[in-house]
């Protein structure tokens, strides 16, 4: 139980305060099923007041939802309330948040079975909803009634197939039949909490079970762009694999759905990163592979173009692109022995401009291409040859 020791002994901290105290959530759930647990939350008795009384270094991340982080031996907890909650009037924020003192009440608010399973400090469980049966018989059940669950806040259904993705569970039955019925209700919800368990399904193991629910339950109705394009989500669940981030996603879905990246940032709300990445595996995809190609796209995007090429079926240029990279003289533009300084001393009647990035891009081109050597005598010598200068 090494992975529990620290969160057990904050967990004793709230208790010799006289407060109750449990691990919930993904890491008993991921812990039962024997998956490595994420992050670590912890359910309490205690008023977020309290919980700041009994620890030193406390954030109030979300006090108004009864969470505070706290920190203890370097590590991070989310400790939160335990609470119910009102009615959803918006479908997206619970109106009101009860305290409540009692574990069951708030594992009741929780939307899958089994992510309502409690743990205490000596490893017993509170599972008043057959979380464990649930994870026998590998299956997916709402706590309480799916229509109910969902209409209250329909990211869950988001979430639910976002479980299938990474659990390969199946869905029950109720839930799957409301989530086809009622696959609307997802515009309700914020686009940014949609693309996070978007990224989330993406990278499971069963990501094509996954994408095969949403072409079965028509939840992608419901999504920007996939609604523009009826047949995209169903083309795409034929060779989906795994992917190692939403960029790779947006990548494959701009080349099959011929939309531009930039559409797909736009509409989902994505960030800057994740653009940057999208619009170089893009435009990799579209290159013939050889050295100026490879150095552009960064080397972290490496294992995102293997994977891209092989749903894509272009598994031929996977040696060429190693032995590219490998034979690369440099790796960034940093890495070039010439400078902007160097040009303006070497031409010091031009007025400056952007010649000298031209000049400087050229070099750069000239260089990984091997047309001349990474040297500033060399570079010096081919400039001038080049450019007649
Ligand atoms: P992960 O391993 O990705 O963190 P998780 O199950 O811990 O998965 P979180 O989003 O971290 O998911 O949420 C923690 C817990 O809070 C969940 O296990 C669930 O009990 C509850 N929860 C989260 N979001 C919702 C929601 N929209 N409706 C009901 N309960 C929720
Ligand atoms: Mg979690």
């Known amino acids: 139980m090494k992975i529990f020791d620290k969160a057990f002994r904050v967990m004793q901290q709230?208790?010799?305060?006289?407060?109750?105290?449990?691990l919930v959530g993904g890491a008993v759930r991921d812990f039962l099923i024997g998956k490595t647990v994420g992050d670590l939350d912890i359910a309490t008795s205690a008023l977020p007041e309290q919980v700041m009384?009994?620890?030193?270094?406390?954030?109030?991340?979300?006090?108004?939802?009864?969470?505070?982080?706290?920190?203890?031996?370097?590590?991070?907890f989310e400790i939160t309330t335990f609470r119910t909650e009102g009615t959803y009037s918006d479908h997206r924020h619970p109106d009101s948040v009860h305290f409540v003192t009692d574990i069951t009440a708030d594992l009741a608010r929780r939307d899958y079975t089994v992510n309502a399973i409690a743990m205490n400090r000596d490893e017993e469980l509170?599972?008043?909803?057959?979380?464990?049966?649930?994870?026998?018989?590998?299956?997916?059940?709402?706590?309480?009634?799916?229509?109910?669950?969902?209409?209250?806040?329909?990211?869950?259904?988001?979430?639910?197939?976002?479980?299938?993705?990474q659990l390969g569970y199946k869905l029950d039955h109720?839930?799957?039949?409301?989530?086809e019925e009622q696959r609307l209700w997802l515009?309700?919800?914020?686009?940014?909490?949609?693309?996070?368990?978007?990224?989330?399904?993406c990278g499971g193991s069963h990501v094509k079970k996954a994408v095969e629910l949403l072409v079965d339950t028509k939840l992608w109705e419901a999504m920007p762009i996939f609604c523009d394009h009826p047949e995209l989500m169903d083309e795409l669940s034929q060779d989906i694999k795994p992917l190692g981030s939403l960029a790779e996603w947006v990548a494959l879905c701009s080349l099959k759905s011929g939309r531009p990246v930039m559409d797909w940032v736009k509409e989902w709300k994505l960030s800057n990163a994740i653009k940057q990445d999208a619009l170089n595996l893009v435009n990799i995809m579209h290159s013939k592979l050889d050295a100026w190609s490879v150095y552009q796209l960064p080397g972290h995007l490496d294992a995102s173009y293997i994977r891209l090429m092989e749903i894509c079926k272009h598994t031929e240029v996977l040696d060429e692109l190693s032995s590219f990279r490998t034979q690369l003289?440099?790796?960034g533009s940093s890495e070039l022995s010439i400078s902007g300084k160097d040009l303006i001393s070497w031409f010091p009647d031009r007025k400056k401009g952007s010649w000298i990035r031209d000049l400087l891009l050229a070099c750069e081109k000239a260089v990984v291409e091997n047309k001349v050597k990474n040297d500033?005598?060399?570079l010096?010598?081919?400039?001038?040859h080049e450019y007649d200068a």
Not at 187 to 201: C, G
């Open 380 to 384: 010096k010598e081919w400039i001038m």
């Open 329 to 331: 003289p440099i790796r």
């Open 174 to 179: 109720d839930a799957r039949k409301v989530m």
């Open 14 to 22: 709230l208790e010799q305060h006289g407060h109750e105290a449990y």
């Open 53 to 76: 009384e009994v620890f030193d270094k406390v954030i109030p991340i979300g006090i108004e939802h009864g969470t505070v982080l706290v920190r203890y031996e370097k590590e991070s």
């Open 126 to 165: 509170v599972d008043p909803f057959d979380g464990r049966g649930a994870i026998t018989n590998e299956k997916l059940v709402t706590v309480g009634k799916a229509f109910d669950r969902f209409e209250e806040d329909p990211l869950r259904m988001m979430r639910g197939v976002r479980f299938v993705s």
């Open 187 to 201: 515009k309700r919800i914020a686009i940014e909490r949609v693309a996070v368990e978007m990224e989330k399904l």
């Open 376 to 378: 500033r005598i060399q």
